[in-house]
């Protein structure tokens, strides 16, 4: 949205800073990601010629404790870095880890975003099964899950505790925060496409894309990046203890009849939360555009960067590893 009364010139101005704006984030955020890519493989073959490299194929937990070590050091290092650099940029670093604007309403967003995420599980099985279905397998990362109390508890911190932290730090906090002066709308899908694209396969993929889209939403409504950590950790700790369940319960019977019970009761919840939500959020809305810019062009700022074409290019061929045509 600009002013009427601009003058061609000084609208052309505008375009030109909103659009190098968007594009001097896109070009980190694409750095980031390749910077991501090299560290894991860089990590991924000094572990397998060390010493470590047989226990960590043979044992489980220790495969927990290095996913850790590689979030820690793969991604949220680089895009630390990447932050630092649009802070700068920009005046200010701010990653969004503030007070929510209602604690309140922070909690009942936590029961809307989960049940995006939930109805998000249910299209990516629709999705894989069309795939399924025209010959085209499609597989994502699997991890081992270890036995004893102290396995689990590290193999939870490394799916449920440490990706809602780091990747929210990422992807809502160092890419979403920034673009949010270009409006929220805006902000929240191009996060949300980069955070599928970051996940490297066809069945995190789209789930990503659509959990991306509620949590960056509650964040915006929200105004902190803490709702969507919330989100994203009670969303694997969900999947964590399927795992267990799976893991520990052999009557297939019995282990459908829990599934569906925790299912029916998860979702009566989420949709419970996600009323109250709608209740007490009142007229707070996700902020508007004040941009010269039109929503394809800020996208096409966003993604149109050479730093952004190879990282996609990258992600393309490790997603590659992933499909197999039948």
């Not at 996700?286 to 966003?302: D, H, Y």
Request: hydrophobic share 50%; charged share 15%.
């Amino acid at each position: 949205m600009y002013d009427y009364y601009d003058s061609p010139s000084s609208l052309y101005l505008k375009e030109e800073n909103e659009r190098k704006g968007i594009k001097f984030i896109g070009t980190v955020a694409g750095l980031c990601c390749i910077a991501y890519v090299l560290i894991q493989n860089i990590l991924s073959i000094m572990l397998t010629l060390s010493p470590l490299g047989k226990i960590y194929a043979a044992d489980p937990t220790m495969d927990s404790v290095v996913s850790i070590f590689f979030s820690i050091f793969g991604l949220l290092l680089p895009f630390a870095v990447g932050g630092i650099f649009i802070g700068r940029k920009n005046g200010k670093t701010d990653f969004g880890f503030c007070k929510p604007v209602s604690t309140s309403l922070m909690l009942s967003a936590v029961p809307l975003g989960f049940f995006i995420c939930l109805a998000g599980n249910y299209v990516t099985s629709i999705f894989v099964n069309l795939m399924g279905n025209i010959g085209v397998e499609l597989s994502a990362p699997e991890y081992p899950v270890p036995e004893g109390f102290a396995g689990r508890l590290i193999y939870t911190v490394s799916i449920a505790v440490v990706p809602a932290l780091v990747e929210e730090f990422a992807i809502r906090g160092v890419v979403m925060q920034p673009l949010r002066r270009y409006g929220d709308k805006f902000a929240i899908l191009a996060s949300a496409i980069f955070f599928a694209v970051l996940h490297g396969n066809l069945i995190q993929a789209p789930f990503a894309l659509i959990a991306g889209i509620g949590i960056g939403y509650a964040v915006c409504i929200t105004n902190s990046v803490w709702t969507g950590v919330l989100i994203h950790f009670c969303n694997n700790l969900y999947s964590v203890v399927l795992e267990f369940m799976i893991a520990d319960i052999q009557n297939e019977d019995i282990l459908n009849v829990v599934y569906m019970v925790s299912t029916v009761i998860l979702y009566a919840l989420s949709i419970l939360g996600s009323v109250i939500f709608l209740f007490i959020k009142n007229k707070r809305k996700v902020l508007p555009s004040f941009t010269a810019l039109s929503e394809k062009r800020k996208m096409r700022a966003f993604i149109l960067t050479i730093p952004m074409i190879i990282a996609l290019l990258i992600m393309l061929r490790v997603t590659s590893y992933y499909v197999q045509l039948g």
